[in-house]
């Protein structure tokens, strides 16, 4: 086995395809973001890193609060039309249904399958980008992404991304239960 | 469209199945972790939150460094064994071949397609977690795993995760280019 060093990068796969929301003066404003990642169980909290120069950043810094909506693989041409436009020279307020929930500037995008409304609980200025640390407050689906209550991620048909070569990709084919599938090995291994 | 408001999570889709890797007490161990995100561009910096009660956290603040090894979906079981057993019971030093880079504390997994040896800049203390801000200081990686150069997601055969219904998923087909197939989309709008 021989290992190539790589440049380093932000290989991490896959990455999720969010539409990050804000409304900012006063309007809607929606950019995709794959910076995404959960950083506390609870109280659920994530994180969205955005560029600086990105548009949407004044909203989230004017309201501290954002949305973060997980787009369907259907959806693919307009989440990444968000992100080839930016809020600096393209109104992106009409685009989508939008609805609010619980917060007063958190847009949420009904056609999205998954809507999250967090508040910022914390702020951080990385070199490229502002690190918003969200409390997830609510999350909203229609009856038909739900499997017992929870998002199903083949109802949504949640996109995949991979950054650096540029792709998207769907979900592929269940290959086990997560902290269930690899009990078998626990006797195997102690051999 | 009726959009029911669900109980609040972190409701990411997809999550990425990490292994984390760190000395504790000059052992290799490993853990599996969902919790993993891109923070930075440049330089590269990700997120991993790590659970309080984790054993590998005593070695990654006693290091400041860690690794982050992407699992193929070859590994789903010996990935999912990784994050049922406890380092605080099992010494799990022996069930991958590990190699070192530049850094002394970041053991890496031979057997996963990609490598990720990360510098410790900031730990931040969220209610549950700790969360280590990492620079990906190397990455590594075996020709058959890449294209152009580049990780590729589909030759890897990197693993998604479902959190909260607990699924392992396979990566699927792939839906278009990023950066580019919303670009039909501009005038199209404009109308």
């Known amino acids: 086995m021989k290992k190539n060093e790589i440049g380093p990068r932000t290989f ?6 969010t539409l990050v929301g804000a409304n900012v003066n006063g309007k809607p404003n ?3 973001i794959g910076y995404c990642g959960a950083i506390n169980h609870n109280p659920p909290m994530i994180s969205v890193g955005i560029n600086q120069k990105h548009y949407i950043r004044i909203g989230m810094n004017q309201n501290k609060t954002f949305s973060v ?9 307009i989440t990444d039309y968000c992100g080839v436009v930016s809020g600096h020279k393209v109104d992106k307020s009409q685009i989508f249904e939008v609805f609010n929930g ?12 998954l809507n ?9 200025l990385y070199p490229m980008q502002e690190v918003f640390i969200g409390e997830v407050i609510a999350a909203y689906a229609e009856d038909k ?11 949504m048909k949640a996109l995949v991304f991979s950054m650096h070569d540029n792709n998207y ?23």
């Open 12 to 17: 991490i796969y896959p990455m999720p395809v």
């Open 30 to 32: 929606f950019t995709t």
């Open 69 to 77: 909506n997980i787009p369907s693989s259907d959806m693919v041409k």
């Open 102 to 113: 619980k917060l007063e500037n958190a847009p949420m995008i009904a056609e999205c399958p």
């Open 116 to 124: 999250l409304e967090c508040k910022v609980v914390q702020t951080i």
């Open 145 to 155: 992404f739900l499997t017992n209550g929870l998002p199903d991620i083949k109802k």
């Open 169 to 191: 990709w769907t979900i592929g084919e269940n290959i086990g239960k997560a902290w269930s599938i690899g009990n078998e090995l626990k006797d195997k291994l102690k051999e």
